[in-house]
């Protein structure tokens, strides 16, 4: 390819999994209570905020997805937390030589409400990430009662990140 490469790639993400009884629902490090006390079932914590901003991270650099580096398949990650896993998907992302401009993210979810927890999941995911919280927004909606999250069979999240080449 010739000229210069380029100083900004972006990648999207996308998460979702179901809610089930016995489970923790945590979602950007924080342990939520739902009214019906149920959680996400997922082989990890099934931090569904954390892993699509993970997926968006690798998808920039095409780098694969969460599946590739934390298989479901490998007992090594049951139960893991998601904010170590991001831990892990920075690295790689620096190591190629790009740092996060920042990552816009959508909740969705009919209750529990996130609105007086999104401060604590974006410090969480800035300490992991080792920048400012101004850098990540967070953002929770309903599905008007459609579709699984409305039926509250499940949560989903939505990610956008833009990284930026280092100089």
Avoid at 41 to 47: E, F, Y
């Amino acid at each position: 390819m010739k000229g210069s490469f380029p100083h900004f790639r972006i990648g999207n993400g996308y998460d979702i999994h179901r809610l089930v009884e016995r489970r923790k629902l945590i979602i950007g490090g924080v342990i939520l209570k739902h009214p019906d006390n149920l959680g996400l079932d997922g082989h990890s914590d099934a931090d569904v905020l954390t892993h699509s901003i993970m997926d968006a991270l690798l998808g920039a650099l095409s780098l694969g997805d969460i599946g590739k580096y934390f298989p479901p398949s490998d007992a090594k990650w049951k139960d893991a937390n998601s904010l170590f896993l991001l831990s892990e998907v920075i690295k790689l992302i620096r190591n190629e030589g790009w740092e996060v401009n920042n990552i816009d993210s959508v909740v969705v979810a009919e209750r529990p409400k996130m609105k007086p927890f999104i401060g604590l999941m974006k410090k969480n995911i800035s300490n992991t990430l080792k920048i400012d919280d101004s850098f990540i927004g967070i953002k929770a909606t309903t599905n008007e009662k459609l579709g699984p999250e409305g039926r509250e069979e499940g949560i989903s999240c939505h990610s956008v990140v833009l990284l930026e080449k280092k100089e």
